[in-house]
């Protein structure tokens, strides 16, 4: 993850899209599932992902990161744990994005919270 840093990016996006790993497998289903270091992750998926994504907030020159949640019907019920278990780790420069999934005789629609 430091070479993110070393990088020079603006801004990072970080979706997760849950706080449990039960969602997170139903949303994140049928595809690899990469950590911050672009390795596959092996077992539990969520916990790992939440330890990388955890470890990029607690990194010293890290950049502003927004940690979005996109939410849905699938997802909903969680999105204030989502904000109580990160909200701590954001500095003054990172912040919570949500956004809404919509559809509408089967098109998509994204909207800004």
Not at 16 to 32: M, N, Q, V, W
Not at 37 to 54: A, L, M, P, S, Y
Not at 90 to 105: C, P, R, V, W
Request: charge should be negative; aromatic fraction near 10%.
């Amino acid at each position: 993850m430091k070479a993110l840093i070393d990088a020079g990016f603006n801004k990072v996006t970080i979706s997760l899209d849950s706080s449990t790993s039960e969602t997170f497998d139903k949303i994140r289903a049928g595809g690899p599932c990469l950590d911050l270091d672009g390795n596959t992750v092996k077992g539990d998926r969520f916990n790992t992902v939440c330890d990388k994504v955890k470890y990029w907030f607690l990194m010293d020159g890290h950049c502003p990161t927004i940690h979005e949640f996109v939410v849905s019907s699938n997802n909903v019920h969680e999105l204030r744990d989502f904000v109580k278990r990160w909200q701590p780790l954001l500095d003054k420069n990172s912040g919570i994005l949500t956004k809404t999934i919509t559809t509408y005789g089967g098109a998509m629609y994204q909207d800004d919270f």
